[in-house]
C-alpha cells in the first residue's frame, strides 16, 4: 500500500484511497514535515485539502502529465 508521502509536488495522479473508493484527480502542490496540499478535481470543479503524508492510498493507478491532468 502506498502513502502521500510518495507523491511528488506538481504531479497529477489517479488515486484510490480505499478500494471501494472511485478514482480521484489529486495534484500535490505544497509539503510540511508531516502534511501535503492537494488540489483535487471531480470534474466540476476544483478542490483542495490536506492529507497526513502517512495516510494511506489504495492504489496509485496512474501518473499523468500536466497537459493530460488539466
Known amino acids: 500500500m ?3 508521502a510518495e ?3 506538481d504531479v497529477y495522479y ?3 484511497e ?3 473508493d ?3 484527480l489529486v495534484k500535490p502542490v505544497m509539503f510540511t514535515g ?3 496540499l492537494l488540489v483535487g478535481n471531480d470534474g466540476d470543479s476544483e478542490y483542495t485539502f490536506w492529507k ?3 495516510d494511506s492510498i489504495a492504489e496509485i493507478v496512474e501518473e499523468l502529465t500536466g497537459e493530460e491532468g488539466e
Open 2 to 4: 502506498s502513502t502521500f
Open 7 to 9: 507523491l511528488e509536488e
Open 14 to 16: 489517479l488515486i484510490k
Open 18 to 20: 480505499t478500494e471501494d
Open 22 to 24: 472511485e478514482l480521484m
Open 34 to 36: 508531516r502534511c501535503v
Open 52 to 54: 497526513k503524508l502517512d
